[in-house]
Nanobody, 125 residues
């Protein structure tokens, strides 16, 4: 699976951005797609995930209510709509794929097998 992330940029606090992650190479229909982020000096952390089959979603507490993960089946693309952005949301955002069929959505970085290249999101105060 190849993942291509895009949509990052510079935005003022309170603003919005929409990230995209296009998957190719294998069907992602049975996988979980996740978004993670990593700020300088910090570990990579879970942001949101979507089970492609069924469409169930899961969010980190820090973004729930502000971010929305969704998908476009025809384009094998997952989106992360980010609203009410805060300076602490500044990070490189990565999309990733977990190919295993799990009972519960995993937020563990090591469980995600394929990763996109990352896209920078900077929120100014």
């Amino acid at each position: 699976v190849q993942l291509q992330a895009s949509g990052g940029g510079l935005v003022q606090a309170g603003g919005s951005l929409r990230l995209s992650c296009a998957a190719s190479g294998r069907t992602v229909r049975y996988y979980t797609m996740g978004w993670f982020r990593q700020a300088p000096g910090n570990e990579r952390e879970f942001v949101a995930a979507l089970k492609w089959s069924g469409g169930s979603t899961y969010y980190a507490d820090s973004v729930r209510g502000r971010f929305t993960i969704s998908r476009d089946n025809a384009k094998s693309t997952v989106f992360l709509q980010m609203n009410s952005l805060k300076p602490e949301d500044t990070a490189v955002y990565y999309c990733a794929v977990d190919r295993l069929s799990r009972i519960a959505t995993t937020i563990v970085v090591a469980d995600y097998e394929y990763w996109g290249q990352g896209t920078q999101v900077t929120v100014s105060s």
